[in-house]
């Protein structure tokens, strides 16, 4: 059974750092052959894709208010999707939820808490 698990949310003071981490599992092929992506949803707003890596290994779709500040990265070999999250400010408070597109459907992690708070 295919499974996403996120990891690595929690609170952080504006202008520091997280790392997010999406282990998958289930998937045949592992995540070498998926596009995986990181989406948020902050309160009462819709969910936002925020930095997908392609199974052909690019790094693409960064909206403007993450650009420069959040990376997105892969490895194959442990099933693992990462994304950093650099100079955080309030504005990145939401649930982060990781994806995984195959050729018939995209899964979706549980979501972690993200809350930038001084």
């Known amino acids: 059974q295919e499974q996403l698990v996120e990891s690595g949310g929690g609170l952080a003071q504006p202008g520091g750092s997280l790392r997010l981490s999406c282990t998958a599992s289930?998937?045949?092929?592992?995540?070498?052959?998926?596009?995986m992506s990181w989406y948020r949803q902050a309160p009462g707003l819709k969910r936002e894709e925020v930095a997908t890596h392609t199974k052909f290994g690019h790094a693409a779709n960064y909206p403007r208010s993450v650009q420069g500040r959040f990376t997105i990265s892969r490895d194959n070999a442990n099933n693992t999707v990462y994304l950093l999250m650099n100079n955080l400010n309030p504005e990145a408070t939401a649930v982060y939820f990781c994806?995984?597109?195959?050729?018939?459907?995209?899964?979706w992690g549980q979501g972690i808490q993200v809350t930038v708070s001084s």
């Open positions: 994806s995984a597109i195959t050729a018939a459907s995209t899964y």
């Open positions: 289930g998937f045949t092929g592992g995540i070498s052959v998926l596009t």
